[in-house]
């Protein structure tokens, strides 16, 4: 179950899963979820005209005008040359720089790095990138970090015919590592015959920091920022970057990123001694007034109001206007799709999404993103289809995988090919729970067993967890009796976590907690405790739109399995009306 994160489609096994995500959000296996979809992760340039297609110079003069390709570059990973090993993350920093460089020049759209990263693993020729990309050029380049001084590589291609057009060395003092930046940045707008405006110039041009030992604590951050490993990863990113803030107070790169990383530990629960939260306002505000209407204090604003104050809306309308200065900055489109979502306006989290792929082709996530907002948008058909080309075009990812058997279950009945879908991957098996409670009922004590095995070496609290969803296999197979032993003994644990933390006050899913520990506080038949949950759970202001799902779907599986039989079939027919522009119509129940 750990397997299947950040998701929500409208099954109750799934909800389940959402739940626990959002309950225990270290539990996360980075092999299979993508990429925190950083704002630096950029790769490929191409024009923000689509529709503009121009024949490349030697197609031109060879009369290969067939061969017309966009009017484009893109940029492939820096090779690290340098022969101490500890430099490699320097390489990586000077290509990420030199395409947000190129970001900034907005005739141009910028791919993600994930995504060439990808391309660049599976040894495309020149001229393939080119046709698989639509691209016109290619940039191929290379560092080496040497002492005080740092050597960048670049050359240009043609991708109609593997022929270089232009390449230069630059040696330099480490200190001038941003005007190699810039002027790698200026050079291609020239071979592109793109005319920059002085305020292109000024934004290419603009040193982030004076501190070579801050920029490297800066880039060693943002490297980790490019995985997420949930809060884990947050606590390593934050003294590397207060680090650098102690050695440049001016650096504001640094200090949009540290407020992100603050709210982030705040977002999954993990600010326990409630110290980030004071700390992300201190440094926004700092940020919003040494740069006022500026991309910073728009960014700084937006991830303090979408981390820390869950204020979707706002969060929304500030990371819209920091995209105007970088329309194809893949983090603020995330972002921006994310609290569409959050509000209900499915219809646009698909329009960003889709926008998204277009920068990102390779970003499993966004992927499996576009599906949920096309199943709560009600397209089932284009979802399917999504699902589909994504378990095919991402093999590996079990949130693919589990969507897709999902759709075929939920909306065609298809109880065979869902079947289909885990019977060939024992792992996923063996963690997928709709699969697991409906291969019980042919072969129950087996699928316990297996479950039990999920045990070794976890946690007393996901024992627990394993421990309550026996039971709820247990129970929709007839053996009560059985069921509520697991469940009696997985709910203690939970109850003492209950006691040993304030959910209330230091937990920002405090009513999706309660909602889900309701349900296997029935399961367990301790009503008392049930009435104490549910005393405390309306007393709890309702999440956005989207978690409001999993809230009131827990919510009614608790009463039901209480007894509550006719309030749980009225929040489960209640519980959303889609419409077909994608609203999410919350009715309400009281």
Known sequence: ??????????????????????????????????????????????????????????????????????????????????????????????????????????????????????????????????????????????????????????????????????????????????????EIAEKIAEQLKTRLTPEQHKLIATRPTDNIGAYDLFIKARELSREW?????????????????????????????????????????????????????????????????????????????????????????????????????????????????????????????????????????????????????NRIKEAFAQAKNDVKKFPKSAISKTQLANIYLKYFGDLESYYAIFDNDAEYSNTDWLYSRLKASKNLSKTINTLEQLKLGETALNIAIIDLRISEILNVNGEEITSQKYALKGFETIKNVITNENFLEKNPTAKLRYAYIMYFSCLANDKDAFNLLEEKFNTIKDPDIYSLYAVNNYYANALAECGDTLKAWSIFKNITEISSYGKIIYINNT
């Open 229 to 377: 490993n949930g809060s884990e990863g947050f606590l390593k990113q934050i003294p590397l970057l207060e680090s650098a803030i102690q050695l440049d107070p001016n650096f504001v790169d640094a200090q949009v990123m540290l407020v992100q990383s603050y709210g982030r530990m705040f977002w999954t629960g993990q600010d326990y001694e409630g110290a980030y939260r004071p700390k992300a306002e201190t440094l926004k505000n700092q940020i919003v007034a040494d740069y006022p209407d500026s991309f910073y204090a728009y960014a700084a604003q937006g991830y303090y109001d979408y981390t820390i104050e869950r204020k979707y809306p706002s969060a929304l309308g500030q990371f819209q206007l920091a995209s105007l200065e970088r329309p194809d900055d893949v983090e603020l489109l995330t972002y921006i799709g994310a609290a569409n979502k959050r509000t209900g306006n499915f219809e646009q989290g698909i329009a960003i999404t889709k926008n998204i792929l277009s920068l990102d082709p390779e970003d499993v996530s966004s992927s499996n993103e576009l599906v949920t907002n096309l199943i709560f948008a």
């Open 1 to 182: 179950y750990r397997r299947q994160r950040q998701m929500c489609i409208r099954d109750r096994s799934v909800a389940g899963m959402f739940a626990w995500q959002q309950m225990n959000p270290q539990v996360i296996d980075s092999g299979n979820i993508a990429t925190n979809n950083t704002a630096e992760n950029k790769t490929t340039i191409i024009p923000t005209n689509k529709n503009t297609v121009i024949p490349t110079q030697a197609g031109i003069q060879s009369g290969q005008v067939e061969s017309m390709l966009t009017l484009g570059v893109a940029v492939l990973p820096f090779e690290n040359l340098s022969e101490d090993p500890n430099n490699a993350f320097f390489a990586g920093g000077v290509y990420e720089d030199v395409l947000t460089y190129l970001s900034r020049i907005v005739q141009w759209r910028v791919i993600s790095r994930t995504s060439m990263e990808k391309i660049a693993e599976r040894g495309m020729e020149i001229t393939a990138i080119g046709k698989h990309l639509d691209v016109s050029h290619v940039l191929e380049g290379s560092v080496r970090r040497s002492g005080d001084s740092v050597r960048v590589t670049v050359q240009l291609i043609d991708a109609s015919n593997d022929e270089h057009i232009w390449a230069e060395n630059y040696d330099r003092k480490l200190e001038d590592i941003f005007a190699i930046q810039t």
